[in-house]
T-cell receptor, first 115, second 114 residues
Framework: NAGVMQNPRHLVRRRGQEARLRCSPM?????VYWYRQLPEEGLKFMVYLQKENIIDESGMPKERFSAEFPKEGPSILRIQQVVRGDSAAYFC?????????????FGPGTRLLVL | GENVEQHPSTLSVQEGDSAVIKCTYSDSASNYFPWYKQELGKRPQLIID?????GEKKDQRIAVTLNKTAKHFSLHITETQPEDSAVYFC?????????????FGRGTSLIVHP
């Protein structure tokens, strides 16, 4: 059973460009969470999605950031008009249900560098 | 919302010593507390978790204790080894809109000297 997959692993963008980060959950998992991790800091929740639905986006900036999890294909975190402050590691995690206390499995992360 | 404080931010021990990392949380509704280990440049990986109906849980050299009254929980690593060196994150699950989103501590960088 393949784990959570993320690509690309590293992404370099210039200010003003768009960044697209992809996450394929573990087989059988229908819940995806995106987190951002800045250097020397913990994981900050951004958004929680189920197939075709955004359940909780309370941690995601209102401007320039969007996320989707289509019926087919990976979940996408999209950052428009990137700025240097967007440079971070972005992790996704998946879980099989949204019952309380369900363990999340993390992907390897995408390290975004904005020049 | 939930707030999780984690201490210390850095912990340096000699191989064979014990290490203790402590976390406090603010939301009394939280009832699931996982601990993750993140090696440099790698993904966070769950190492142990505890639910609020249990006060202590042990798995070989690692153990976690929970004090719901005081709203704090701790990770204990005994007989530390150099490969235990990593950043450790605690988390408390927080009910948000019907789902449970964990809030993470800022992490503890554990260094085990051979």
């Amino acid at each position: 059973n393949a784990g959570v997959m993320q690509n690309p692993r590293h992404l370099v963008r210039r200010r003003g460009q768009e960044a697209r980060l992809r996450c394929s959950p573990m087989k059988g998992h229908s819940h995806v969470y995106w987190y951002r991790q800045l250097p020397e800091e913990g994981l900050k929740f951004m958004v929680y999605l189920q197939k075709e639905n955004i359940i909780d986006e309370s941690g995601m900036p209102k401007e320039r950031f969007s996320a989707e999890f289509p019926k087919e294909g990976p979940s996408i975190l999209r950052i428009q008009q990137v700025v240097r402050g967007d440079s971070a590691a972005y992790f996704c995690a998946s879980s099989p249900t949204d019952r309380r206390g369900e363990t999340q499995y993390f992907g390897p992360g995408t390290r975004l560098l904005v020049l | 919302g939930e707030n999780v404080e984690q201490h210390p931010s850095t912990l340096s021990v000699q191989e064979g010593d014990s290490a203790v990392i402590k976390c406090t949380y603010s939301d009394s509704a939280s009832n699931y507390f996982p601990w993750y280990k993140q090696e440099l440049g790698k993904r966070p990986q769950l190492i142990i978790d505890i639910r609020s109906n249990v006060g202590e849980k042990k798995d070989q050299r690692i153990a976690v204790t929970l004090n719901k009254t005081a709203k704090h929980f701790s990770l204990h690593i005994t007989e530390t080894q150099p490969e235990d060196s990593a950043v450790y994150f605690c988390a408390a699950s927080f009910a948000s809109g019907g789902s449970y989103i964990p809030t993470f501590g800022r992490g503890t960088s554990l260094i085990v000297h051979p």
